[in-house]
């Protein structure tokens, strides 16, 4: 299945948590930067008394960039679409498999008409990311040819199309992002280590060499150790790499169920089973970053 696949309101709510995503992780980069910069400055105090012009207006920069995030809270606008993009997915694959509350109908047009409805509901209930998806416009049909094409697949081809494109393509992903996730926690663990390290060396060095137009830059690096720090608590890596690795393990027991599905019945009862494992997870992802907003 490819992003055109699927209704062109997921593909902009999609689009939209990306690009929400990427402005909101800018602005804390540039909150870190700005303090070591801020940090570095100090250093020179004394040298000019623009320093502390140049000081005194990073600190300003700052202090408003703090400000602007504290009342705009662009996290929220990724959260929201994230969750609007998630839920308009989860209802497509039920759509496509024809499980609970799209079950077979005398005409596909009923059917299709309550997906509609779903769809509409779900914006309403998410009526305050409308904005930010009305940003990015998106053309296509909300209910694809695609779509339609796989809900007409006999069962056992529908059974495999789930299998393939569904679970596993989820389970991969989870895999993947479990990897990613343990190595960036690695990798900046060892980063706060080395930097603070530097510190405590510069710190010991200075006891018994400090003549007085020599620059220790210890200011600086507790504020890079300090942004790590901040950084690691932020992207959560470590409980994500736990969470996404229980998940799928979750669904590597349900997927040994599929060989037992012998009617539209157990099919619809397992796909809505499968994407409750996967509609709970971001339920947890959701509710992780909110606890751990600025």
């Known amino acids: 299945m490819t992003p055109d696949s699927f209704p062109a309101l997921y593909r902009s709510a999609d689009g939209s948590a990306a690009d929400a995503q990427s402005t909101y992780l800018r602005l804390i980069r540039l909150q870190y930067l700005l303090l070591t910069v801020a940090a570095t400055i100090s250093i020179w105090f004394g040298a000019s008394p623009d320093l502390y012009i140049a000081y005194a207006l990073v600190l300003a920069a700052s202090t408003g960039l703090l400000l602007y995030m504290a009342v705009q809270k662009p996290e929220k606008e990724w959260y929201g679409c994230r969750a609007l993009a998630e839920s308009i997915k989860t209802s497509t694959w039920r759509y496509m498999m024809r499980a609970e509350p799209f079950e077979d109908a005398p005409k596909l047009s009923t059917v299709a008409e309550k997906f509609s409805e779903f769809l509409r509901a779900i914006l309403d209930a998410n009526s305050h990311v409308r904005d930010s998806i009305s940003r990015r416009p998106v053309t296509g049909d909300q209910i694809t040819n695609e779509m339609n094409a796989v809900r007409a697949l006999p069962l056992a081809e529908r059974v ?56 220790w830059p210890t200011e600086p690096l507790l504020v890079i150790a300090s942004s790590a720090i901040g950084w690691i608590q932020l992207k959560k890596f470590n409980e994500l790499a736990s969470a996404y690795s229980l998940t799928a393990h979750e669904i590597g027991i349900l997927q040994t169920r599929l060989g037992t599905i012998d009617s539209e019945e157990k099919f619809s009862a397992f796909i809505n089973e499968a994407e409750r494992a996967f509609s709970r997870e971001h339920t947890q992802w959701v509710a992780r970053q909110i606890e751990n907003a600025p």
Do not use: S
């Open 160 to 215: 495999q199309r789930y299998n393939t494109d569904r679970i596993t393509d989820q389970r991969e992903w989870y895999v993947a992002k479990v990897t990613w996730n343990r190595q960036r926690f690695r990798l900046w663990i060892l980063i706060c280590v080395l930097v603070q390290g530097a510190a405590i060396a510069l710190a010991l060095l200075r006891i018994r060499h400090d003549p007085p137009w020599m620059i």
